[in-house]
């Protein structure tokens, strides 16, 4: 086997991967997929003789494509990235086309349809039903003469997307601001020394800001210079409307996305394009997701008019703001909870080392699941990437992982899971499940270990989650095994759940050890800690449902080209819920890309909806105890072990033993109902 990415017998050989052998390999197995998909053709619908030779295929290109992208999500270097976007249109077309395949949906359905149906396995079941959902809301069921219509449709809507992230992106790079020496009071000197050094680059004095984030944020949190953040926030506020370049205005895109999405909705016999977004998520009805977000902000509201109360009245107190504008909140929030919780990130790292964190983790799930972890070792594209186990009582292997913990210059920003082998049943034997963590965390210096921020150990926990949910997956075949075919609204519970146990005493405690004196974390700076943690929380979950229900409501009840605009629907929905109302002339929706640009479409309610969830799981931890292990095996089993072999409101029911409930998310926000 000269070319490591058609090995399929056993672990990615990462070390051997070359960018010469990723074209040899994607062409042969394309060319392989199409083949069978050529001989399935004439086969009978049967499960052995249709989906299964399709599905092996379908594997070997996922997994050797997942390789391709992997190395250039954590080794961007300019031949493998060469590589990379000559394959990458190849692969995508072969999707495309597969997705479009009419044939293949009549096989589906005659599957279906077939006495053979009901003898398959819950999971094979499934599995068909997801397939022939995903080709419905392609469109593979309209009429011939609607067709080419909803084709045209989808390609205009994903040039419009296209287009509405660039305007974003061209308007936000469009702004640049040199400041002064009498501008810059209260911006930290970290921010001030990257500022510098961007001017340095434009050859202009001064200081340099920007609309980016890590530019735009921290100005706006700490400039004193009250003018200065007006001006920021003005100029990102509006960025890509009526008020800049004619070029870059996203107003028109946003009306005539708002017109085919419904428009396709209808072709598809669907009364909004809300009601097509929820078909394959576990929310059932637009008018189910509205009153679940108008009820968590009847909620929420007391303790974000609480929230603004203090930010006015300690504004006006100390720091001589009469009014509190847009372009203030951000930096009395900051001074606010400056006075109220003084303790630094910097103070909290000494006692996350490296080391302690991620056995500190390991610990707590091998308690939980009953399952062991150890280090092996295994072909990595870097030096410092670990690999690990995961066996069960018996000492079987349930599965295998990679850790790439530290940033490098090569690698994608942010941290994510990723799956390179999934769980399935091979004839007689099993496949094991082999998954991804990649965190962008600081690496070592010199001889004292890697530190970790509280919100860096956060983010490991909540990876790692979605890694178990890979992990410990007991499905037996692909399309549903691990995250495959878990709903949308649904894939962040097992991840978000993971959080909880950062926020507890008892597993702090054992995982924290002073880098220098090796004590534990004290119990007075975890006190403090937790007090911060819902720092102004009522304010922040009203704004998150303030989007969640403009997005719901605009793809729902709203009527494209009916006169009114999207602007105006936000004024009403900021009516109702927002307690910090923005200025008129903030045009928000126009660079909102989640749902213009991204697939969040009807769906941004899903980052609320998954956190009930998971809260609310995690309360049964709380009730039997936070390391209770026959609580841990409940959750093993009825929600990581099942993947999606069944949907996620069953498993949720069948682990917590009723419906979801709101409580537990409220209290952990702070938010008890007086
Ligand atoms: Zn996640």
Not at 10 to 19: D, H, N, S, V
Request: glycine fraction near 6%; charge should be negative.
């Amino acid at each position: 086997m000269n070319n490591p990415l058609l090995d399929f017998t056993g672990l990615p050989r990462f070390a051997e991967i070359r960018p010469e052998h990723v074209a040899p390999a994607i062409e042969h197995l394309l060319a392989e997929a199409r083949a069978v998909l050529k001989s399935t053709d004439a086969a009978p619908a049967t499960w052995d003789q249709f989906v299964e030779p399709l599905e092996d295929a379908n594997e070997r290109l996922s997994r050797a494509w997942g390789q391709v992208s992997h190395l250039h999500a954590v080794m961007d270097a300019p031949p493998l990235r060469e590589a990379y976007n000559a394959n990458l249109p190849k692969v995508t077309r072969y999707w495309t086309e597969l997705g479009q395949d009419t044939a293949r949906f009549e096989k589906y359905r005659v599957l279906a349809a077939s006495p053979e149906y009901s003898r398959l396995s819950a999971a094979r079941r499934r599995i068909a039903g997801l397939r022939l959902t995903d080709f419905r809301l392609s469109g593979a069921e309209l009429p011939a003469e609607v067709k080419p219509r909803y084709a045209a449709i989808q390609e205009e809507l994903a040039s419009l997307s296209a287009k509405f992230s660039e305007n974003v992106l061209d308007a936000t790079n469009a702004f640049l601001l040199f400041i002064d020496e009498k501008r810059i009071s209260g911006i930290p000197q970290d921010v001030l020394a990257a500022a510098r050094e961007s001017a340095v680059k434009d050859g202009k004095p001064g200081w340099k800001f920007t609309l980016h984030m890590p530019s735009y944020w921290p100005a706006m949190q700490y400039a004193d210079d009250r003018a200065l953040r007006e001006t920021l926030y003005r100029e990102s506020a509006t960025r890509a409307s009526e008020f800049g370049k004619p070029d870059w205005d996203n107003t028109p895109l946003i009306a005539r996305a708002l017109e085919l999405r419904r428009e396709a909705a209808r072709l598809l016999g669907y009364a909004s394009y809300a009601a097509v977004s929820l078909v394959p998520k576990m929310a059932d009805t637009p008018a189910q997701v509205l009153a679940f977000l108008r009820d968590l902000a009847r909620r929420a509201r007391p303790f974000a008019e609480r929230d603004a109360a203090e930010l006015r009245q300690f504004a006006r107190a100390e720091l001589g703001l009469e009014t509190l504008e847009a372009w203030d909140l951000a930096y009395a929030s900051e001074k606010l909870r400056k006075s109220r919780f003084d303790f630094s990130d910097h103070e909290v790292k000494q006692y996350f080392p490296e080391t302690q964190v991620l056995w500190g983790m390991f610990r707590l799930v091998q308690d939980l699941y009953q399952i062991r972890i150890s280090q092996a070792t295994a072909s990595t594209w870097q030096e410092d990437v670990r690999f690990f186990e995961v066996r069960g009582g018996d000492n079987a292997l349930i599965g295998q992982f990679y850790v790439d913990l530290y940033a490098r210059e090569t690698k994608r920003g942010g941290a994510w899971m990723d799956d390179a082998i999934g769980r399935r049943r091979r004839e007689a034997a099993i496949q094991t499940p082999v998954a991804h963590l990649n965190c962008n965390f600081p690496r070592p210096v010199g001889d004292r270990p890697a530190l970790f921020t509280h919100d860096d150990v956060i983010t490991l926990f909540h990876e790692f989650g979605h890694g178990l949910h890979h992990l410990l997956t007991r499905a037996e075949d692909l399309g549903v095994s691990g995250i495959n075919g878990v709903e949308w609204d649904a894939v962040e519970l097992p991840s978000q759940f993971m959080e909880n146990f950062c926020w507890e005493w008892s597993v702090l405690e054992r995982m924290t050890r002073h880098v220098d004196s090796g004590a534990p974390l004290p119990r007075a700076l975890f006190d403090r800690m937790r007090a911060a943690k819902n720092f102004q929380s009522g304010l922040a979950m009203l704004r998150q449902i303030e989007f969640a229900l403009f997005d719901m409501r605009l793809h729902s009840d709203f009527e494209p080209g009916a006169g009114g605009s999207a602007r105006e629907l936000l004024d009403e929905v900021r009516r109702e819920v927002a307690v910090l109302v923005p200025p008129a002339w903030n045009r928000f929706p126009n660079s909102f890309s989640h749902i213009f640009a991204g697939g969040y479409a009807a769906g941004y309610y899903s980052y609320k909806w998954a956190e009930v969830l998971s809260a609310d799981a995690y309360s049964l931890f709380e009730e039997t105890g936070v390391l209770d292990a026959e609580t841990g095996g409940r959750f093993r089993d009825q929600i990581l072990a099942v993947g999606g072999t069944r949907p996620a409101a069953d498993s949720f029911r069948a682990f917590r033993g009723r419906e979801p409930r709101v409580d537990a998310l409220l209290r952990h926000s702070g938010m008890i109902p007086p």
